[in-house]
């Protein structure tokens, strides 16, 4: 029963994440050997070149430094599929417009509000930043896209987004520029539940003849999942972009490949605390799968993650 000894890990200066993460799956405490496997299994992953690659995670995450890292996996062609929530899609484009800044959580939200600062934990966010700028930019958009026809899914209305941005100066700092691209579409089940939904619905009022498929999808992302001879994800945090994942992977008999980084408790039912090994009673993950939950804010994970595998 007993393996390798409990070794000190050793920190030095000009060290490699690498290094770190390679101490972390020998004799690494807790959540850093959990990190370790995960880093094998991104690995492996990348190197089954039969494997349909996703890579689902929520919006809040894009406010922050994090976006960039987010942005290099799907320039660096890291991923095949992209699933997010509406949210992504706001910050992503206004932070191309207007800049967000660093704030602290021990703030009285209300002085924040009436100076119309919005608070997404310890980021500052000017209504100047978000909405309006949003507002100005996506109704000239989706003129220009309702011009050339009347019906768009939604992965194919990001796809113009992206291609309609490429002239922005801070283009390439963009995760739906760089999916453009390099034709990685961005799948978004709960497109309307943000400001660039609302912009599509506020240009609806006027332009009745304007739609978006939802159903097109759907399909399309069946299509990516059945052809599929192997699949693997990056999943972070929970909630709809998590569920639909691995809700398609059920229909090609799971996930072969499963990376999941979460924050939530696992004994309130819920999805987003839901570890991997629940999975697989589901047929959402396989049996015999590389799989591993780590617990831990993904704004440190996956930065490590990603560095570790550059090595």
């Not at 704030?103 to 310890?122: A, C």
């Not at 390099?182 to 003849?209: C, H, L």
Request: net charge negative; with cysteine; hydrophobic share 40%.
């Amino acid at each position: 029963m007993l393996g390798k000894k409990v070794e000190n890990i050793t920190v030095e200066k000009g060290q490699t994440v690498r290094n770190l993460i390679d101490q972390f799956s020998e004799t690494g405490g807790f959540t850093a050997r959990k990190l370790a496997q995960a880093v094998k299994i991104f690995e492996d992953m990348q190197n089954d070149k039969q494997c349909l690659r996703l890579f689902s995670f929520p919006a809040d995450i894009v406010s922050t430094g994090t976006r960039g890292v987010i942005k290099d996996m799907v320039k660096n062609k890291l991923v095949d599929v992209v699933i997010t929530t509406c949210g992504t899609l706001d910050h992503d484009l206004a932070r191309i417009w207007k800049d967000y800044y660093a704030g602290t959580e021990n703030s009285q939200d209300s002085e924040l509000h009436e100076e119309g600062i919005n608070r997404l934990y310890n980021i500052f966010i000017p209504n100047e930043s978000y909405g309006y700028i949003i507002e100005e930019k996506m109704m000239k958009i989706l003129k220009e896209s309702s011009d050339k026809k009347k019906e768009y899914s939604g992965s194919e209305l990001i796809d113009f987004v992206g291609e309609r941005i490429a002239e922005e100066a801070k283009a390439e700092e963009s995760i739906v520029y760089w999916a453009h691209r390099n034709n990685i579409p961005i799948f978004v089940p709960g497109i309307t539940d943000g400001s660039f939904g609302s912009q599509i619905w506020g240009y609806s009022q006027k332009d009745r003849a304007f739609r978006l498929n939802v159903i097109e999808d759907e399909n399309l992302l069946a299509e990516k999942v059945f052809k599929a001879k192997s699949l693997g994800a990056v999943m972070l945090g929970g909630g709809i972009s998590k569920h639909h994942t691995i809700w398609w992977s059920q229909f090609n008999r799971g996930l072969d490949y499963a990376i999941y980084m979460t924050t939530a408790v696992d004994w309130d039912g819920s999805l987003s605390g839901a570890r991997l090994e629940e999975a697989i009673s589901w047929g959402k993950v396989k049996p015999n799968a590389s799989q591993i939950t780590v617990e831990g804010d993904a704004t440190v994970l996956l930065p490590l993650l990603y560095a570790a595998y550059l090595r």
